[in-house]
């Protein structure tokens, strides 16, 4: 997953994204709302982690603008304000998910996942695909029945590749979904950490490069693609 997330307590954002970046979910910061629309406008957010009390643009204003732009991205408002008619409130403007302060990060981190779940075409808990088996709430990878020990890194990407189900992933793609904002769009990152993930996963290898568009996942290696292959 990729998160946004909006709150003008920096100390808490930062906290957040070091939480869930432990969870293998990268994230993105921003302190008010003007600068919440426009990450939102250049990049691709699975969910936003939402204060409704922020400067510039109001939080419930953020909302109504994801709803009427028809983003994708699910919303979880973070708050202070526990009224019953302050929740109602969240959730009739377009809130998926709300939790108020004070929370602890394990709580967020379930809900983040549970909307994961639910983008348009919905997700199953545990994902099966060419024989690997992801569980993204306990962060397990298994092949074949048999436990293989991933990095959070690896485990963000294989959970892009599963979520394609076979097709095409451009690098690009991979790094807007694995990496967090502050990665360098030329780095060979991504190379790497499907080098390694391959390696994991062991023979036969299923990941294969597609050249010159990215990366599938399942299949042969001449159904579209090499298994080692140079980066896309």
Known sequence: MRVLIVEDELYLAEAIRDGLRLEA??????????????????????????????PGTHGDDVARRIVADGLPTR???????????DKVRGFEIGADDYLTKPFEL??????????GRRP???????REFAGLRLDAFRREVYRDGRYVAVTRKQFSVLEVLMTARGGVVSAETLLEKAWDENADPFT????????????????????HTVAG???RLGGSAEAGGSAEGGDP
């Open 120 to 126: 348009a075409e919905s997700a199953p808990p545990v």
């Open 106 to 115: 394990r709580e967020l981190v379930m809900r983040l996942r549970a909307l």
């Open 25 to 54: 979910i990268s994230a993105d910061i921003v302190g008010d709302g003007d600068s919440a629309l426009e990450r939102l406008a250049v990049n691709e957010y699975d969910a936003v982690v939402l204060d409704r009390d922020i």
């Open 188 to 207: 060979n990152a991504v190379r790497i950490t499907i080098s390694s993930l391959r390696k994991r996963l062991g023979d036969p290898w299923l990941i």
């Open 213 to 215: 568009v990215g990366y």
């Open 75 to 85: 919303i979880l408002m973070l708050t202070a304000a526990a009224l019953l008619d």
